[in-house]
């Protein structure tokens, strides 16, 4: 597949391949479209709507630790679970 691109996108993609971030431009745009499908997948914000989503979480309560929580959790998992009866 061939592409005309503008100057000013050539020029991003010249960039990162510079930068030694990217191999290739493909590499450049692959990246891009992976970030584009991500972007799609997490759904459609009305504007300000993550902003307040996000604000909302942080006002919710103490922050917890990630591994402390996963590491508890699993614990639980793997409790012996009795059996009522």
Do not use: W
């Not at 010249?14 to 990217?22: A, F, I, L, N, P």
């Amino acid at each position: 597949m061939m592409l005309s691109l503008p100057p000013h996108i050539q020029k991003l993609i010249d960039e990162r391949v510079g930068s030694g971030k990217y191999n290739t431009p493909e590499d450049v745009v692959a990246a891009a479209l992976a970030n584009l499908d991500q972007q799609e997948q997490l759904g459609d914000f009305a504007p300000g709507e993550l902003e307040a989503l996000i604000a909302a979480g942080e006002s919710s309560g103490p922050a917890l630790d990630g591994d402390q929580v996963l590491s508890e959790l699993k614990q639980l998992r793997n409790r012996p679970q009795s059996k009522a009866g």
